[in-house]
């Protein structure tokens, strides 16, 4: 380097560090949530949780079980500050064991929502359960949408019917939501039809990013209404297949629907409500036995999901949906036929 270049190089050092305290000086962007996010650490200015955040460290779990060495690389703390960190986190997260009559307590909480069929009903352990993430994936015209629009209806019914006197927040990501057809399913399950649509609240999400907001966003409305019981969001995966196209894209892709699962899970279990997501399937060029498809997202959707069933196409019009994976049933399948009404099983 030339001595005039140095000069120059040295005359322009303070404007960069001018540049970054006015970024350190930003105003935090999420400081309306309740819950506590990177930006309102203490210690980490904005240009921290930049950095943090572009390195993946987006919330505080991933920061608490983070090493102090990562995070000096990923965001330049040092050692002590990294520490410091950690431990706030630690802290501040309840990441302590919980007994076995305390899981048991809560999973006492658990409502099941019906599907209208008895043999879905039973193979699912007696409806969709609230507190988790249940996922239905499937070829086009599989019915993933219509258990979609059954369950929107189903969760108004009354608990002895099967229902949890509840409303519905549908995040519709492919335009599929029908009004029509929850007037047609009210009827079918006796609930006037009109007063079944003003109990679902329904949101286009325009792509990924959209949808991601509407996820959050959702609580509000689940406080504001208080008796939210079903949040639908179909399809989870279509807009992040389009919005993240190509290899190169794939990494940032499942990052981002991580987090979108993240969010809709702490929801779940939160305020104790059934989260279903429709996900597609692709062809699987590599499978010469067995069912030549695979759910998009792989295993960030699956290993989210506490329930995963895969709907088919069956003989003569019917349906088959198959349990896939479920912490606490045996795997199983149950066929049915949809109907103006809703589902009915055959025979
Ligand atoms: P994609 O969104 O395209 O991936 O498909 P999907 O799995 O969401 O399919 P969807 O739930 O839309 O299922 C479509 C199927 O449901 C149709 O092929 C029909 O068999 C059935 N269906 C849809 N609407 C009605 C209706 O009003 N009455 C009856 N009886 N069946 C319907
Ligand atoms: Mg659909």
Do not use: W
Not at 85 to 109: T, V
């Amino acid at each position: 380097m030339s001595k005039e270049s140095k000069k120059e190089e040295k005359a322009k050092q303070p404007e960069v560090e001018e540049v970054k305290e006015e970024v350190k000086e930003e105003p935090k962007k999420e400081e309306e949530q309740e819950e506590l996010t990177i930006n309102d650490l203490p210690g980490v200015g904005a240009a921290t949780a930049e950095k943090l955040k572009e390195a993946g460290y987006d919330n505080l779990i991933s920061l608490a079980v983070a090493s102090p060495g990562q995070l000096v690389q990923a965001a330049g703390l040092g050692e002590v500050s990294a520490r410091k960190l950690i431990n706030f986190c630690r802290n501040h997260l309840d990441m302590g064991f919980e007994s076995g009559d305390q899981i048991l307590k809560k999973r006492e909480l658990i409502e099941k929502i019906t599907t209208g069929s008895k043999a879905f009903d039973e193979m699912i352990g007696g409806g969709f359960e609230t507190g988790s993430i249940s996922e239905c994936f499937g070829e086009f015209g599989s019915g993933k949408s219509q258990v979609a629009h059954i369950l929107a209806v189903t969760v108004q019914l009354p608990k002895e019917k099967g229902g949890s006197n509840g409303s519905a927040i549908f995040i519709d990501g492919e335009s599929t939501f029908r009004p029509e057809r929850i007037q047609q399913i009210a009827e079918g399950f006796g609930i006037d039809p009109d007063e079944a649509l003003k109990n679902i609240h329904v949101a286009r999400a325009f792509n990924s990013d959209h949808q991601m907001l509407l996820a959050e966003k959702s609580e509000e409305m689940i406080k504001k209404l208080g008796n939210v019981k079903l949040i639908i969001v179909d399809s989870l995966t279509s807009h992040f297949r389009a919005d993240f196209t190509g290899r190169g894209m794939l990494a940032d892709r499942q990052q981002k629907l991580n987090k979108h699962m993240h969010a809709l899970m702490r929801i779940a279990t939160k305020y104790n409500i059934v989260v279903y997501v429709t996900n597609q399937v692709m062809a699987r060029p590599d499978t010469f036995f067995g069912d030549p498809t695979v759910a998009i997202g792989g295993n960030i959707v699956g290993h989210n999901s506490a329930t995963r069933i895969y709907l088919r196409k069956g003989k003569k019009g019917s349906r088959v949906a198959k349990l896939i994976d479920s912490p606490h049933l045996p795997d199983g399948e149950a066929a049915f036929m949809v109907t103006a009404g809703g589902l009915q099983d055959l025979e």
